[in-house]
């Protein structure tokens, strides 16, 4: 499944921004999505994950709280709301999906499929 994500942009600590991963033509009902962001020099981590079918979500505690990841009806866009962003928050966020459900689900390396990111910068 090919993954688009979009939405980021910049905006000021405490603002908020939804980000969007569209799957290309074909639903997303079977996969579990997650969102990973890396900043400048370092790894990329997790942020938040939602299961598929039962929309089960999963999120880093360092986001938890404040963002939230959801997906449509239609299982073919999942969406990741960020409310009180922050200026660690900064990074390119990417969006990532799998088949079916991997206990890792934190682990950058069970995913195979990832959109080409987007860039979020929160100034202070």
């Known amino acids: 499944v090919q993954l688009q994500a979009y939405g980021g942009g910049l905006v000021q600590a405490g603002g908020s921004l939804r980000l969007s991963c569209a799957a290309s033509?074909?639903?997303?009902?079977?996969?579990?999505v997650a969102w990973f962001r890396q900043a400048p020099g370092k790894e990329r981590e997790f942020v938040a994950a939602?299961?598929?079918?039962?929309?089960?979500?999963r999120y880093a505690d360092s986001v938890k709280g404040r963002f939230t990841i959801s997906r449509d009806n239609a299982w073919k866009t999942a969406y990741l709301q960020m409310n009180s962003l922050k200026p660690e928050d900064t990074a390119v966020y990417y969006c990532?999906?799998?088949?079916?459900?991997?206990?890792?689900?934190?682990?950058?390396?069970?995913?195979?499929?990832w959109g080409q990111g987007t860039q979020v910068t929160v100034s202070s």
């Open positions: 990532t999906a799998r088949l079916g459900w991997n206990v890792q689900y934190y682990n950058p390396g069970h995913y195979k499929n």
């Open positions: 033509g074909r639903s997303l009902g079977e996969y579990s």
């Open positions: 939602v299961r598929e079918r039962t929309s089960s979500t």
